[in-house]
């Protein structure tokens, strides 16, 4: 049981269930994916600057065997198809867009803990920012080339909200 698409569906559900319960707007992405985008979130309140922000993710779930070892890395090395990093990457957005890569345990079986206490979901989600990187020009679409994700970015309901923030939108080309 389990394919790729069966992962890909539970990491942005992972998502959206982290995203409610920070209490933002969900909105998946369109029926036509031409934008490189699973999910927009809009923040229901202000900065004092504008109101209602708005961030644009790419989801991605990675499985890793828990019999892997660690490699001290402070960082994930996701292999990332040319074509998803170009649509993540450079200044020229009108909102911020981010990856979100959730991690998961290998065997899918232990994806999900369901006892009377509550629900746990396994492993994590951690968040890239990619806008002060340039798209990758001249490569197959469909080649990977590994980003790295930052462990300390551990996507965290202070985190979400944290991305709504000013330091993103000023990365990005004034329209």
């Known amino acids: 049981m389990g394919d790729y698409g069966h992962q890909g569906d539970f990491g942005e559900q992972f998502v959206q269930s982290l995203a409610i319960s920070a ?14 985008v699973d999910w927009e979130f809009t923040y229901p309140s202000g900065d004092g600057v504008r109101k209602h922000p708005r961030i644009l993710a790419q989801v991605k779930c990675w ?6 070892p660690e490699d001290g890395s ?16 450079g200044r020229d957005w009108y909102e911020p867009r ?18 009377p206490d509550g629900l746990l979901l396994r492993y994590a989600a951690y968040w890239a920012c990619f806008h002060e990187g340039a798209p990758l020009e ?8 590994k980003v790295a ?9 202070p985190a979400l909200h944290s991305l709504f923030g000013r330091e993103f939108r000023e990365m990005l080309v004034e329209s």
């Open 23 to 36: 209490n933002l707007d969900v909105v998946p992405r369109p029926w036509r994916d031409r934008r490189g």
């Open 63 to 68: 499985a890793r065997s828990q019999a892997e």
């Open 74 to 89: 402070d960082a994930w090395r996701y292999p990332l198809r040319i074509h998803n990093y170009n649509l993540l990457a």
């Open 98 to 115: 981010f990856l979100f890569l959730v991690v998961v345990p290998h065997d899918h079986t232990a994806w999900v803990d369901v006892s």
């Open 138 to 145: 001249g490569r197959p679409k469909d080649s990977k080339f």
């Open 149 to 157: 994700v930052p462990k300390a970015n551990l996507l965290t309901i």
